[in-house]
């Protein structure tokens, strides 16, 4: 148990919609990150949030968003969904994140479904 | 744009023997590295990981390689188990924000 958590750990949804996953990174870790992977790729790195603000941004498409809260947990809301955007969606915490070389603890997966 | 590839998306060893992954990266800005391990329905485990500034970090059985002249570095696990049977994913990031870029993964199927 990495002590990463996310819900919900399945989703079914159609296309057009809209759908929010949480994350609820390590007990006094403040950065968290977004990540996606599809069907036999990589892990493909979307966003990340350190103490509430936007850090880095990755290959994230303008119809996701996410936000970190003061409590520090961090939502992705991905919109008008397509076929496409199913996949596995991974949150990962550290300590800092802003200085490089920190290992990242991953929760285990929001597994999308789009119809 | 793939930063960091895992040519070999699966690789079968014997219990016991030596399992060697082997990952290839294209930025030369990348100065540390990391493996992380994952099983089915679960998220990655970070496993080992290596600075720029060494060559080699052992933990265990497991050892990981840097050859940054090559821009590669391999995972070894010896002696294999069927415990290690698992996706194995490399990652790398360079510079001050911890942004990592992730191979696609290889799959180890320890046999007993």
């Not at chain 1, 599809?38 to 303008?62: C, T």
Request: proline share 4%; charged share 20%.
């Amino acid at each position: 148990d990495s002590g990463v958590t996310q819900t919900p750990k399945h989703l079914i949804t159609a296309t057009g919609q809209r759908v929010t996953l949480r994350c609820s990174p390590r007990s006094g870790d403040l950065s968290v990150y977004w990540y996606q992977q599809s069907l036999d790729q990589g892990l493909q790195f979307l966003i990340q949030y350190y103490n509430g603000e936007e850090r880095a941004k990755g290959n994230i498409l303008e119809r996701f968003s996410a936000q970190q809260f003061p409590d520090l947990h961090s939502e992705l809301n991905l919109s008008s969904l397509e076929l496409g955007d199913s996949a596995l969606y991974f949150c990962a915490s550290s300590r800092r994140g802003d200085r490089g070389k920190e290992t990242q603890y991953f929760g285990p997966g929001t597994r999308l479904l789009v119809l | 744009d793939q930063q960091v590839k895992q040519n070999s998306p699966s690789l079968s060893v014997q219990e016991g023997r030596i399992s060697i992954l082997n990952c290839d990266y294209t930025n030369s800005m990348f100065d540390y590295f990391l493996w992380y391990k994952k099983y089915p329905a679960e998220g990655p485990t970070f496993l080992i990981s290596i600075s720029s500034i060494k060559d080699k970090n052992e933990d265990g059985r497991f050892t990981v390689f840097l050859n940054k002249s090559a821009k590669h570095l391999s995972l070894h696990i010896v002696p294999s188990q069927p415990g290690d049977s698992a996706v194995y994913f490399c990652a790398a990031s360079g510079g001050n924000f911890n942004k990592f870029y992730f191979g696609s993964g290889t799959k180890l199927n320890v046999k007993p």
